[in-house]
């Protein structure tokens, strides 16, 4: 069966620092997202891509972060200076079609910012 | 905003009982519900989905009710798991791309 993966699983890093966590979305899917969780909260929306550019993002998604689809597999998000707040689980997530349909998510990235 | 380390409401069963997780939804404009299931250290992995047009629809072992008249979404589990243990999130969208989940329920399978 198909998959989103992600790498790394786990990233440390220190504060200020920038990070890249990488995705390979499924291979057919044209929609491409960014969601993070907190340890013990709800999965909060970062961003979506689609046609080589973001449709739309979150209050979150700032100027620290950006988004890339480098090649025609791969989709990044990269952290320019990371902050301790930014430690969570992040995960991307691809779909078919955009909004009404299922997204499949990948196993995650743990960033911990220290 | 949300407290740090939010606890999460959570539902014990008995290994072959059924489990009925509630949502409750605010977005009146949201079109399309998916239930997930996350297990530790995991991605969220979708289950079953229903748009607004439906009030049911059944999977393998999964049922969702929406009742869009109180907003409020349900996922009910027949002849619970000890594999079905997780954290399980509701989400709705309305026709644009991100999802909005919720808080999730923790489901703990007991034998």
């Known amino acids: 069966e198909p998959e989103v993966t992600q790498t790394p699983s786990h990233q440390v890093t220190q504060m200020g620092q920038e990070v890249i966590l990488r995705c390979v979305p499924i291979?057919?899917?044209?929609?491409f997202y960014w969601y993070r969780q907190i340890l013990g909260q709800k999965v909060e929306f970062l961003v979506s891509?689609?046609?080589?550019?973001?449709?739309?993002k979150s209050e979150i998604f700032d100027d620290q972060f950006s988004v890339e689809r480098p090649d025609g597999s791969n989709f990044t998000l990269k952290i320019r200076s990371t902050k301790l707040e930014d430690s969570a689980m992040y995960f991307c997530?691809?779909?078919?079609?955009?909004?009404?349909?299922?997204?499949?998510f990948g196993q995650g990235t743990r960033l911990t910012v220290v | 905003g949300e407290s740090v380390g939010l606890h999460l409401p959570t539902l014990s069963v008995q290994e072959g009982d059924n489990s009925i997780i509630n949502c409750a939804y605010s977005?009146?404009?949201?079109?399309?519900f998916i239930w997930y299931k996350q297990e530790s250290g995991k991605g969220p992995q979708f289950i079953i989905d229903i748009r607004s047009n439906m009030d049911k629809r059944q999977g393998q072992r999964v049922t969702v009710l929406l009742n869009k008249t109180v907003k409020h979404l349900s996922l009910q589990i027949a002849a619970t798991q000890p594999g079905d243990s997780a954290v399980y999130f509701c989400a709705e969208t309305g026709g644009t791309d991100k999802l909005i989940f919720g808080t999730g329920t923790r489901l703990q399978v007991f034998p």
């Open positions: 997530a691809s779909s078919r079609v955009s909004g009404n349909t299922e997204a499949f």
């Open positions: 291979s057919n899917h044209l929609y």
């Open positions: 977005n009146s404009a949201s079109d399309y």
């Open positions: 891509f689609y046609n080589n550019e973001i449709s739309e």
